[in-house]
């Protein structure tokens, strides 16, 4: 898949000034057919342990202080030729904003949307809009949205870096939602972008409900509700986190997956303390309306998915 993403990336429209792969110790030869390739302005980064898909990205982020804009991709994500182009045209049309979401389609059914930005609800769950919805005529005008799915976004680089970028710890799965969760935190909004298209596979790497993505997406979501939902939101809707966490233990049981379930939120638990002294920084920084945070989240009592998006 990686030699098709940057297949991609190279016929845009808009060529990128820098390309940085970033390969976070790979054992099956992917980045072979990028060295039999001649890609133009591209640069790989080979690392001798897998860091995370949030270290990983901060890596590569680092290495573009020249530039004002990074555009984060995933490798099983394949854009449309338009697709740099008509993020940086809305970046251009709308200075207010910070990053933008991709309108992202089924790689495996074109038919059928696999999101057009996240949704976070105030239970602390979060998903893709629109995810498995039909693609014909759905969100196809531009509007806010709570955070852009990482696997194919554009970030002004300068706020990525004031933000801290991504958190570390969290290693992969929701860390685009926490940075999207402190960024709307101090102000910065998110704009999707209905005419920048790409094609995404998901969790093509470990496997859309595999152990792994449960195990890390369920710790994860923990951690994003105790470290960035604001008093009293906190407070208020700590009830639906609890009912939310206890759900998820019993519809993963049912399904055969206690144990990664448990050990989710059992390690969910154990880190609350690191957590909480970052939490304290997060809110510190704190410049939003909370009333307009709030109206910008997902609510009602009923949850519409136990699994995260992924």
């Known amino acids: 898949m990686l030699h098709k993403c940057i297949t991609s990336v190279v016929q845009q429209t808009r ?51 020249d530039c004002e804009w990074v555009a984060l991709l995933n490798p099983d994500a394949f854009p449309h030729n ?14 207010e904003h910070a990053c933008f979401a991709s309108r992202q389609l089924s790689a495996t059914d074109r038919e059928r949307l696999d999101g057009a930005g ?22 196809t005008e531009s509007e ?39 960024l709307q935190l101090q102000g910065y909004r998110s704009l999707y972008v209905p005419d920048a298209v790409v094609d995404h596979v998901g969790s093509a790497s470990t496997g859309r409900h595999s152990d792994f993505s449960v195990y890390h997406a369920h710790r994860n979501l923990v951690w994003v509700y105790f470290k960035n939902m604001p008093w009293p939101l906190f407070w208020i809707y700590l009830p639906q986190h609890v009912l939310l966490n206890l759900v998820s233990l019993v519809w993963f049981s049912l399904h055969g997956q206690s144990r990664v379930i448990l050990r989710a939120k059992w390690h969910a638990l154990r880190g609350l303390p690191r957590i909480l002294r970052g939490r304290r920084r997060v809110q510190a920084g704190k410049r939003v309306d909370i ?18 998006s992924m």
């Open 291 to 308: 009333r307009k945070l709030w109206r910008g989240m997902s609510k009602g009592l009923f949850i519409p998915y136990i699994r995260p």
């Open 82 to 95: 338009t697709w740099l182009e008509r993020l940086l045209e809305a970046a251009a049309r709308h200075p």
């Open 118 to 139: 996240d949704v976070y609800h105030v239970s602390g769950m979060h998903w893709r809009r629109g995810h498995g919805a039909a693609a014909r005529g759905s969100f």
């Open 15 to 65: 060529r990128p000034d820098r390309i940085v792969v970033v390969d976070n110790d790979s054992q099956d030869f992917s980045l072979a057919s990028l060295e039999q390739s001649s890609f133009p302005n591209l640069e790989v980064v080979r690392l001798r342990e897998n860091i995370g898909f949030a270290a990983g990205n901060n890596l590569a982020i680092e290495r573009i202080h």
């Open 144 to 182: 806010e949205v709570f955070s852009p799915c990482g696997a194919a976004a554009l970030f002004r680089t300068d706020v990525l870096r004031d933000t801290g970028g991504f958190d570390e710890s969290f290693f992969c799965y929701a860390e685009d939602v926490d940075l999207g969760f402190r």
